[in-house]
């Protein structure tokens, strides 16, 4: 059989575009509409998709009032809850929650993503990140955030504190024995007693070994460090690059420092994040972008804008060109990506900030067939090994690829028609990991 | 209508008592029986139970090998995960969970309260706890443990701070208009801007008022800290005295110092924990109880009695008094009680180990009858305001209760039939707090 597309969908209860909420149709009260949500992972799930990401946020986002107050990212559940209450509602798609490395503990972290493998059946997965908000870090007592370097290199020991523990206990160890009385076989469990730079942590974890064995490993490095962290660890990436020729020298140099690292390369699955307008007709694609961006506000923008540069652009010229921005201590990569984009077409200040609000990355927007085209192509050489989806806003726009685009990609023979196995690891292809405490088991 | 009993479930998947998992019957595998626990909560649910309550360690329990090997508590679900997944399997019963204030912070207990509370549709409980398990502290990068004074004036900064930031959004603050473009009102959001002596937390919190305004405070204190903490802060508490008669001292105690905090001690439910056998006769109930302690090994009974004194026992004379046992940093109800149980009925040490091993606290065990005689007594009397029930073995000690016990409880009046509303707060009678920073709304 040839190659198939992996697709994971990357959620925000409302959409990740700034004006969604405002598109005639879509669901405006959905950051605390149960129902609705669950109606759209179960639609994802009928569609055969390997995972569900709920996107997340450790604060109110720092944005001026103007721009604020046309945020609909100020409220929504905590994904642990709501992935825990959307298992019950599902029983094969995957489940993806962010967990930051920056403000929490990695017993907790280990604890949950483990007790949500098991609630799930093996359906769990950890985008592991770093947080740079720096609102976030005020809501965790620093009054300035660690570097990005520190980010990093906390994150790595952070991760070596959590798979650790998660193999707390062998796969047998719960012998539960009545007539004995003994629940369980002590030479079964391994205490970690770690103790690293930044973390000391003795477990064992009081949990059995999840599922999988481990969560499945998420990433979005594009930075240096990132990518690093994410050839070393992860098992799904979804940073984007927004042309192919970008993304074939992402693909390669990821799975490069992973040969390296000792790794072998097909168990990193390579998903860039894609934003996805499906029309009729290629014309009704970008007019459905166009009146969805139109929605955006300025005061959105321009602050959008400020926030992926790290650096406050509102003072300049709006109808000027951007200037030479500083480096500063926010993601590398959408500074990059928009300073590039800027350069690339020519773009004032007022046309970039049009973009940073309206979602400024990778976007697919088209028919079902030249989405297909596109994706296909991509897949073919080798950019990716699937694609992580944005839908523009819900539930229509997401319900435009289930029932419209993946037929068509199941139609080439691109994208599976039945799952072939219950856990998110059966969906990607990643055998459960052994366990390093108890590798004969 | 006379007064009525309130009735909650402090549950573990297994059971509280350390024999339950070898008693004929006993659903020995619950700690990942995600079915088994649903099915305890519907028939609590089925019951009219005000709340369901999942105790918790963070951490494998610091017993020596003997004991821990005989140990159903060293695995089981996060209790996030898991309530999150039983808020769909039910549609009124509450959904209470604790949380340490010990190891964690303060945005991240708030945000996951507030978020159950909103996937439950306005059931969600917190129990304030402080953590005294040393080997807890050193998952958390502690080698020693926060003295108790320490413990409890942090526990009270954390709740300001927790509470303060579920106030942070009016509930009409999210008018979501998509003509103007305005998702929410930024005048109707407070920052909370918290500096004390712990925790600096700017706030807001990110997420919209739970339903409930504020998901219902637990507590258990006992001790004169704990007791003061809950008379100030509590809404259900569920410290147990052994006696009727030390109740009654107790009940007045924390009622009597919310009243000098200004509170109206009828918001405050003292429910004590209770642990219910149930027999078709005295004698068989008796019966029933006896063969569930003789369960327990003695390696497990002389390792609890330490624990809950705070001082290793192991090498005293087992059928010797117990001798004069020096304070320590444990936690001072459970040594108080088993020191005055020694006392009072002249307990050998193998004996008062049998007791600390089977759950030594207070209990009923008895007919229906003469269970719903004691409660009633209790209630009468003003020794409680209801019962935190603890079951011996599941499900058949939890069905005893509700099919036989819970009946007889309403035929004479004494605990409802039907829910009157859908929240906790309802089931407790309690109204939903004043939004501290939108109080005119």
Not at 175 to 193: C, K, N, Q, W
Not at 397 to 406: I, N, R
Request: glycine letters at 8%; aromatic letters at 10%; proline letters at 6%.
């Amino acid at each position: 059989m040839a190659r198939q597309l992996h697709l994971g969908a990357f959620m925000r209860p409302v959409s990740i575009h700034t004006g969604a909420w405002r598109y005639p149709g879509a669901t405006r009260d959905g950051n605390f509409n149960l129902k609705a949500i669950s109606h759209y992972i179960r639609k994802l799930e009928q569609a055969k998709f390997d995972y569900f990401f709920m996107a997340d946020h450790l604060g109110v986002l720092n944005l001026p009032r103007e721009a604020l107050m046309r945020s609909h990212t100020v409220t929504s559940y905590e994904p642990f809850t709501l992935l825990s209450a959307l298992a019950g509602a599902t029983s094969q798609i995957g489940l993806v929650a962010t967990a930051s490395t920056t403000y929490d503990e990695p017993f907790h972290v280990a604890r949950r993503f483990a007790s949500l493998d098991h609630i799930s059946g093996g359906r769990a997965g950890w985008n592991v990140v770093t947080t740079s908000n720096p609102d976030s870090s005020r809501n965790f007592g620093m009054d300035t955030q660690p570097d990005h370097a520190e980010r990093y290199a906390r994150a790595h020991e952070f991760y070596e504190v959590v798979t650790g523990l998660w193999d707390s206990f062998a796969d047998n160890a719960f012998v539960m024995d009545a007539e004995s009385g003994i629940y369980f076989d002590p030479d079964r469990m391994h205490t970690l007693d770690y103790k690293g730079e930044r973390f000391s942590v003795r477990g064992p974890l009081n949990i059995a070994r999840p599922v999988q064995g481990w969560p499945v490993i998420f990433q979005a490095g594009a930075s240096d460090p990132g990518r690093q962290l994410a050839a070393e660890t992860a098992e799904v990436v979804f940073a984007a690059e927004s042309t192919l020729e970008g993304s074939k020298s992402y693909y390669d140099d990821v799975k490069g420092r992973a040969v390296k690292a000792g790794r072998n390369p097909d168990l990193i699955k390579i998903m860039p994040a894609v934003f996805l307008v499906v029309g009729d007709t290629v014309e009704e694609a970008k007019a459905k972008r166009a009146k969805l961006d139109s929605l955006v506000h300025y005061d959105s923008g321009i602050h959008s804008l400020s926030g992926m540069l790290g650096h406050d652009v509102t003072g300049y010229d709006p109808d000027g060109p951007l200037p030479e921005i500083p480096e500063s201590n926010a993601s590398k990569s959408s500074r990059r990506f928009m300073v590039e984009l800027a350069r690339a077409e020519n773009l004032t200040i007022r046309e970039l900030a049009a973009k940073a609000g309206s979602y400024g990355g990778l976007a697919f927007v088209g028919t079902p067939e030249t989405i297909a085209d596109e994706m296909q192509n991509w897949l073919e050489q080798g950019a990716c090994d699937g694609f992580t989806a944005m839908f523009p806003y819900l539930p229509e726009g997401l319900e435009d690829f289930t029932d419209k685009v993946v037929p068509e990609l199941q139609a080439r023979g691109l994208f599976r028609s039945e799952y072939e196995g219950d856990t998110l690891r059966d969906h990607l292809g990643l055998p459960r990991p052994a366990n390093a405490f108890f590798p004969d088991e």
